[in-house]
């Protein structure tokens, strides 16, 4: 069982972009993104449930970031705007069962995709 995350590339910064993630009909309570820049340890991102319910987000990209599912296509959107240089990173998916206390704990997810490259040129 693996995740597929795709949609990455290079944007300037205050740009748009889209990463997606297809995920398995299993469905989990709860899916994420997580980032990694260079040298940098993995960062939550969002998260969101099953029904779309359980929304949350990191500080740094509320009201940037917009995190969504599509049940019918088993897929997991984040719609990113207004990035920024900081924003550059590895993009991962993952799904799982964590608790609510734990959603944006990346121990609370067993399943990840392969990531995606996301850059932003300043």
């Known amino acids: 069982v693996q995740l597929q995350a795709s949609g990455g590339g290079l944007v300037q910064a205050g740009g748009s972009l889209r990463v997606s993630c297809v995920a398995p009909?299993?469905?989990?309570?709860?899916y994420a993104w997580f980032r990694q820049a260079p040298g940098k340890e993995r960062e939550f991102v969002a998260t969101i449930g099953y029904t779309g319910n359980r929304i949350y987000y990191t500080d740094s990209v509320k009201g940037r970031f917009t995190i969504s599912r599509d049940n019918a296509k088993n897929t997991i959107y984040l719609e990113m705007s207004s990035l920024k240089s900081e924003d550059t990173a590895v993009y991962y998916c993952?799904?799982?069962?964590?608790?609510?206390?734990?959603?944006?704990?990346?121990?609370?997810?067993?399943?990840w995709g392969q990531g995606t490259q996301v850059t932003v040129s300043s």
């Open positions: 009909a299993r469905g989990f309570r709860s």
């Open positions: 993952a799904a799982g069962d964590p608790i609510l206390s734990t959603v944006s704990a990346s121990e609370g997810y067993r399943v």
